[in-house]
């Protein structure tokens, strides 16, 4: 099986088409297989967007997120996101789905349009893992699986991490399910009291490194059980608030262009994917 790794463009300035290209050809140079756009944050239009990707034989994820003031509210915007994203040709699209103010019943009506909607348009959509979403936890996540089996996930795993307050070492067996259902990956490391540690080089986040990718390489198993021929990871280390910054100068603590990097070489070398 083959890892394809995506770059976020979500730490970087790209509000042109000159930022665009500039930033693609660093991300080609890198090694990269693709980009993942968080279409509600990247206002640069589609056909530039497209014509640019080819011209460097880029993939695309793009990224989206529901929101309103209710259910109703939220399915039309996904019907309206999703139409969009699909135009980008994207492997896949990644939803922030939801909201965990919602009951249950009213998010799984919204998980259910997302799936009609992965019909209709032929295209993977993952759902992430994230705060502010019914997929904050661990316990909430497995409600939504066990009622629709057949919805896939986004493991942002640090978010997790923070609401558990844990290394989530405690909760194996319901993490070991949960991986059945992950097709994408957002690969940053977090730790107990925030969604991104300072600087994944650094040694005294090492431990948190080794849960983090022994975690991920379950999911990996998982997709080659699944005899899946591919699996996209986003490294997905992010700039201020997640960025740990100087309480004076507000300048990044790390480089993080550089984590992002580690991360890629990281997962490259240190996750099995030969059966």
Avoid at 137 to 146: H, K, L, V
Avoid at 222 to 243: C, D, K, V
Wanted: aromatic share 10%; net charge negative.
């Amino acid at each position: 099986m083959k890892l394809n790794f995506h770059k976020s463009l979500w730490e970087v300035e790209c509000k042109n088409p000159n930022e665009l290209y500039h930033h693609l050809a660093a991300i080609k140079d890198e090694g990269y297989q693709g980009t993942e756009l968080f279409l509600p944050f990247y206002n640069i239009d589609l056909n530039t967007t497209l014509e640019a990707h080819a011209l460097k034989g880029l993939d695309i994820i793009t990224g989206i997120a529901t929101d309103g003031k209710d259910i109703q509210a939220h399915i039309a915007s996904l019907v309206e996101q999703v139409e969009y994203a699909s135009l980008f040709f994207p492997k896949l699209i990644n939803c922030h789905t939801g909201r965990d103010i919602f009951s249950l019943e009213d998010n799984l009506t919204l998980f259910k349009t997302a799936l009609e909607l992965e019909q209709k348009y032929g295209i993977t959509i993952t759902h992430e893992t994230h705060r502010f979403r019914p997929t904050f936890s661990t316990f909430g996540t497995e409600q939504i699986i066990d009622a629709l089996p057949e919805l896939k996930l986004n493991l942002d795993i640090s978010h997790w991490m923070v609401v558990h307050e844990s290394d989530l070492t405690d909760q194996q067996e319901r993490l070991d399910k949960l991986f059945k259902s992950v097709h994408h990956i957002h690969g940053r490391v977090g730790f107990e009291e925030g969604p991104q540690v300072t600087d994944p080089q650094q040694a005294c986040w090492q431990e948190h490194l080794i849960n983090h990718t022994q975690c991920w390489q379950k999911v990996i198993d998982n997709a080659l059980a699944r005899e899946q021929e591919a699996f996209t990871i986003t490294p997905e280390f992010g700039p201020f608030p997640y960025a740990h910054v100087h309480p004076t100068t507000g300048h990044d603590l790390a480089n993080i262009w550089k984590a992002n990097q580690f991360m890629k070489q990281h997962l490259s070398e240190k996750l099995i994917v030969l059966k």
